[in-house]
């Protein structure tokens, strides 16, 4: 098979390309920019474009199919080539598919813990000794890509992500995925860009479990209010429906228990949304025929996925925590759960407004109470950011009427955000910073050791 990746260097798209290479695929790929890690990731596997920008010369007959990335727009040269050609286009998630189609596919999807719940998935399975395809948001450790498909696997399990398929195919990524197993974490109003109203996200997600495949099985969240009104007006007598609710659980001197029958299993992660992310891996797993004890003789050697509460550094009484959170369930939980882990320390939160949700005036009360748990907030945002997603402008007034904290500090320069934070005496104090950006560019683990002592967490 010869496939060509059009925005080859996207985090999805590269790693699926590397993936289809692993494969025996002959792959070739374009973009108008390419960053790290793909750069790097691509050129280490021979896949990284001899030339910058795209080249309709490179699409021939000779290619069996074209992968389209996300970020590729709908007039691209190479796109309209195809298209002349009559080659068969591809959107990430239906080459996902069309590689899986004979799979028993996991679909993780919901609005927080997507990409836990799938690692936690993938740990198991891969401790269980059970072949698997899979595709992950993250690096998680013992897994060299975040998409790998195999001709034997029986399994497949996806992270199944709400936004957009690609530039010529407005639907939802996880409704191409058809899952026989399929996992709703939660449903809180994200992606407003595109689902201008809460009705219209949550109804993405009735939508999804109407995709399940007959004789399937739904795993969901019996904790979420909106989570439980869509699976109540599912018209789906033909699939099962299995609740669940946090995994029981203590916590003893700083660190997590899961209390499973007359035992008690360390695991070295923490937090409530964790131990429900544990829940709905477990359902998921058991669904699959993996015992109760294969799950806990796994999961308790699973210290998580990059950037989901990545303890970056520590020493004796400070700890700095990094997470990928943005939405405002997602970032309360976090903050949540990073207090209730310490809570004889105070808490310092960093958060910057990135997505195009965070970035709208209109959506920034979302986040009203999100860092109540936290003893000092601090909010960044760049105003470049804001220019190139073509948003109306805001000013830090409108973030701090938003978060409805008056002590909150808005920053729109990361150099006078990190000189405020080294100023800071860390003494019993933790930082939790919390991006799905990079902080202008803020080398974020040197900030970590520096203030711990340059005592760096291995």
Known sequence: MRVHFIAIGGSAMHNLAIAMKLKGYRVTGSDDEIFEPSLSRLKKHGL???????NPEMITSEL???????HARADNPELQRAKELGIKIYSYPEYLYEQSKNKTRIVVGGSHGKTTITSMIMHVLKHAGLKFDYMVGAQLKGFDTMVAFSDDSEFAVFEGDEYLTSPIDPRPKFHLYRPNIAIISGISWDHINVFPTF??????FTRFINLIEPEGTLIY?????????????????????????????????GKCKLIAEDQLIDIRVFGGHNLKNIAAAKAACNTIGVSDNEFYNAIKSFEGAAKRLQLLARNDFTSVY???????????????????QYPNRQLVTCFELHTFSSLNKKFLSEYKGAFDSADFAYVYFNPHTIEHKKLEPIEPNDVMKGFGRSDLKV?????????DIEQIDWRNKN?????????????LQLLADKLVGNRVVK
Request: proline share 4%; charged share 20%; net charge negative.
């Open 431 to 443: 930082l939790l910073i919390m991006t799905s950006g990079n902080f202008g560019g803020t080398d």
């Open 221 to 253: 969240s019996a904790d979420d209010a909106e989570v439980c009104s869509v699976v109540e007006t599912a018209n789906r007598n033909d699939i099962s429906f299995i609740p669940y609710k946090t995994h029981p659980y203590k916590t003893n001197d």
């Open 411 to 419: 920053f729109t320069s990361a150099e006078q955000l990190v000189n």
């Open 199 to 204: 009705q219209i996200y949550k109804d993405q």
């Open 322 to 340: 990094l997470d990928f959170a943005h939405s405002p369930s997602k970032v309360k939980a976090t903050v949540d759960a990073v207090k209730s």
């Open 48 to 54: 990284l474009p001899s030339y910058k920008g795209w």
């Open 64 to 70: 069996d199919a074209i992968v389209l990335g996300m």
